[in-house]
């Protein structure tokens, strides 16, 4: 069954785009994520971890208490999920350092024409910008802060392993918080407008990315769990009534644990899909969830473990985005006469 996922989605009509249009057309690809902590991450703004009060959970009774949440804020999603996807531009020779395929991310050497400038955007002052189509949001945390950090010392040692050189103690040490492991971050990322290809690198972004936040060459591993696809006509729920929702599914059924279990979170974020996406005014024309999306995930990662599939992919994206970008400058240059 997961082999025919991707091809009955492609099948549907009205869920995937021939082209990527000049103005929005109305459709949305959204897909739910749990993003667990499999390390001791850092996500933090001025030296100090990113926490927010916030009501526990949506139901008054008997959760109408508010509590302290970590915060994932968005750039410290979508910023890794982007790098990873132009170092596989960058390896299959879509992109490159220098030359006629030269783009240099944050500055004004992007090259407008990419998957990552047109996905995911680009801002160069006086000389042009592209919306991102790729929405995210700050994700929180489901369980409190205070079951969430963890305070660690750190030092500086010299070489031989001591902090003490030439009869001289160095006072380099100190301490910093971390988010502790099976921490998890309810988050919803939103493809708009989405063609075949544009999907499927969007998604192969969330899949291969495992490290966020800062210091991430020594610690931040982190894993994204796919609990739901759905194609619509709209945006949907947030991230924060999410990870509420799923507070109560889990006090509910008196699954709570230090740490969580990671099948009862994965379990309350299906259900609270569910219950969550049955409120919204959108009408859906494709949805996958629970063990289909998680079929579906496999399926993706297979496909992306084959280099000439992934090249392949990437060289037709690379030639819809730069037909795009031709047909966005000649669309202004129309205008302009």
């Known amino acids: 069954m997961a082999e025919s996922l991707l091809a009955a989605m492609k099948e549907t009509p009205d869920v995937f785009l021939p082209e990527i249009p000049q103005v929005p057309q109305g459709r949305y690809a959204h897909f739910v994520l749990v993003r667990e902590t499999e390390s001791f991450p850092v996500f933090q703004t001025d030296g100090s971890l990113n926490v927010i009060r916030v009501q526990a959970g949506l139901d008054l009774v008997p959760n109408a208490r508010v509590i302290s949440r970590l915060v994932l804020f968005k750039r410290k999603q979508s910023s890794p999920e982007r790098l990873t996807g132009r170092e596989l531009l960058r390896r299959y020779g879509i992109i490159s350092d220098s030359g006629e395929l030269a783009c240099e991310y944050n500055s004004e050497r992007f090259c407008k024409r990419c998957p990552d400038c047109i996905l995911y955007g680009y801002a160069i002052g006086n000389e042009g910008a592209e919306k991102s189509k790729v929405y995210v949001d700050s994700a929180f945390s489901v369980s409190p802060y205070e079951e969430s ?184 240059s129309r205008r302009g006469r």
Not at 291 to 306: G, H, K, M, P, R
Not at 317 to 326: E, I, P, R, S, V
Request: glycine share 6%; net charge negative.
């Open 149 to 332: 950090h963890k305070a660690f010392s750190f030092n500086a040692l010299y070489e031989h392993g001591t902090m003490t050189k030439g009869g001289e103690t160095r006072a380099s040490f100190g301490e910093q918080d971390h988010v502790v492991p099976q921490v998890f971050f309810p988050s919803v990322v939103t493809l708009r407008d989405p063609t075949y290809e544009g999907f499927l690198y969007v998604l192969g972004n969330l899949l291969r990315t495992d490290r966020y936040g800062a210091q991430d060459t020594r610690t931040g591993k982190m894993t994204n769990h796919l609990v739901a696809v759905v194609f619509g006509d709209a945006e949907i729920f947030s991230n924060l009534r999410l990870a509420q929702a799923m507070y109560d599914y889990i006090q509910e059924e008196d699954r709570w644990s230090e740490p969580l279990e990671r099948q009862a979170v994965l379990e309350a974020c299906c259900e609270s899909y569910h219950t969550l996406i049955a409120q919204e005014p959108i009408a859906k024309t494709f949805e996958l969830s629970g063990s289909l999306a998680a079929d579906f995930a496999a399926e993706v990662t297979a496909l992306y473990q084959d280099a000439r599939w992934t090249a392949e992919l990437l060289r037709t994206l690379a030639a819809a985005t730069a037909k795009y970008a031709d047909d966005c400058k000649a669309a202004t």
